[in-house]
């Protein structure tokens, strides 16, 4: 019986350089009477064969293909079912390295994490505009409150102006109507004394008449 490994691994026997591939990936199995199988040692991407996954050991038919993700196996040429013996051991030219698809899943989470920072700062630039423009606003309300408060305030400060104004006219007024009071009183009394004197003269005038005339 003879076991052919193939894997990632320099020591295999059939070495594949890829990273999808694993470090010990399968191993054929040729038996003495000539039945081969293959075997997948459980790795993640696992081997097909001929569409269909192969799961524990599986036999093989000359005509089967076999294939590890997208690269196919010559497992014809390794066992010598093709070109002699000695092919098995000629060496064989590293495949073109590709993409694993968990590095494309982590592209894929990375794509879609940066669309939702965007989408989240898009937000937020948003939200803080429609907060800077009510903010902007309520300003601008403030600053018409403010000019309201000191066109007020201006408005009771004529008031107070014009008030104190009035009173002081109003206490000229006042002072002005005690003078003609007292005036008037004095007017009054010098009226009565007139008045007074007149009416003694009158009686001295009557008195003077009556002593020469009469007697």
Same mark, same amino acid.
């Given at each position: 019986?003879? +076991? ?24 054929? +199995? ?6 081969? *199988? /293959? ?8 081997? *097909? @064969?001929?569409?269909?996954? +192969? ?20 497992? #014809?040429?390794?066992?010598?079912? *093709?070109?002699? /013996?000695?092919?098995?051991? $000629? ?11 968990? /590095? ?8 879609? @994490?940066? @669309? ?14 429609? $907060? ?5 606003? #309520? ?5 018409? @409150? $403010? ?5 007020? $305030? ?9 008030? *104190? ?36 003269? #009158?009686?001295? /005038? ?10």
């Amino acid at each position: 019986m003879r +076991v052919y490994t193939i894997g990632r691994d320099r020591t295999c026997d059939y070495q594949i350089d890829d990273c999808i591939v694993g470090v010990f990936h399968l191993q054929i +199995v040729v038996r003495d009477d000539r039945r081969i *199988s /293959v075997v997948d040692f459980g790795s993640h991407i696992g081997t *097909s @064969l001929n569409g269909r996954r +192969v799961v524990g050991e599986v036999m093989l038919r000359p005509r089967d293909e076999l294939r590890i993700g997208d690269i196919v196996v010559p497992w #014809q040429r390794i066992v010598g079912l *093709s070109g002699g /013996v000695a092919d098995r051991y $000629k060496p064989v030219a590293k495949p073109q390295n590709r993409t694993a698809p968990w /590095v494309w899943g982590v592209i894929g989470c990375l794509a879609f @994490l940066t @669309l939702c920072f965007a989408a989240g700062m898009i937000w937020l630039y948003v939200e803080n505009t429609d $907060k800077t423009a009510a903010i902007e606003m #309520q300003q601008r309300e403030i600053t018409e @409150l $403010k000019r309201g408060l000191e066109v007020n $305030k201006n408005t009771v400060q004529e008031l107070r102006q014009t008030v *104190s104004v009035l009173h002081e006219e109003r206490q000229s007024l006042d002072t002005l109507v005690d003078f003609y009071y007292a005036e008037n009183n004095n007017l009054r009394e010098k009226l009565k004394a007139t008045q007074v004197e007149l009416e003694a003269e #009158q009686n001295r /005038v009557h008195l003077d008449y009556d002593i020469n005339y009469r007697y």
